[in-house]
């Protein structure tokens, strides 16, 4: 059972360019959600995050929209750059519960 | 430099061996993770644990096991029971309520 998902295994866009990453969820108790990036052979970093309570969240390039009615949120990166190219996990947490919840990630490729 | 710090980088298990996978953190964190990451179905929890001396099943412990003797260390073990170990692991911590840090990960081949 799926609880994050991310359709999109690979997404490529033109460096200068917006990118957007797209992560549904089905578990309505799920209360915190994060974006981390990852490159081979490397552990995930963390990107941006954002509470229930809020619908947006920006920092610097990067911009995630969350729409609580339709259990989605989206990573927006904008203007994208080749060192953006990575796999991007969106992840979710229910209240102070330690557990995340990992999608099963996006790779985005931006093209010089 | 507070981080966490996984090793090996990469290990080579013949069948039928247990392997142990080190994880240790100095950032004070009370609670560390391992998660496994297999190509297409992204990170999946092993187990965890919010405090010393405590852990958790994640959803798809069979085959591993874990201890949490200090608070710094929480190292995973790959028995011979694990069908398909060969995979890249993660250990990651947090603080309460907060987001995790991940270390750099060990690359498991069952030879």
């Known amino acids: 059972d799926q609880q994050v998902k991310q359709n999109s295994p690979s997404l490529s866009v033109q460096e200068g360019r917006i990118s957007i990453l797209n992560c549904d969820y089905t578990n309505s108790m799920f209360d915190y959600f994060l974006w981390y990036k990852k490159y081979p052979a490397e552990g995930p970093t963390f990107l941006i995050s954002i509470s229930s309570i809020k619908d947006k969240n920006e920092d610097g390039r990067f911009t995630v929209f969350l729409n609580k009615s339709a259990k989605h949120l989206s990573l927006h990166i904008v203007p994208s750059q080749p060192g953006d190219s990575a796999v991007y996990f969106c992840a979710a947490r229910s209240g102070g519960y330690q557990k995340v919840t990992f999608g099963t990630g996006t790779k985005l490729q931006v093209i010089p | 430099d507070g981080g966490i710090t996984q090793s090996p980088k990469y290990l080579f298990r013949k069948e039928g061996q247990n392997v142990t996978l080190s994880c240790e953190q100095n950032?004070?964190?009370?609670?560390m993770y391992w998660y496994r990451q297999d190509p297409g179905q992204g990170l999946r929890l092993i187990y965890y644990?919010?405090?010393?001396?405590?852990?958790q099943k994640g959803d798809i412990a069979e085959g591993y096991s874990v201890s949490r003797e200090k608070k710094e260390s929480f190292p995973l073990t790959v028995t011979s029971a694990q069908k398909n170990p060969t995979a890249f692991y993660l250990c990651a911590s947090s603080p309460q309520g907060a987001g995790y840090t991940f270390g750099s990960g060990t690359r498991l081949t069952v030879v």
């Open positions: 644990s919010q405090i010393v001396n405590d852990f």
């Open positions: 950032l004070n964190h009370d609670a």
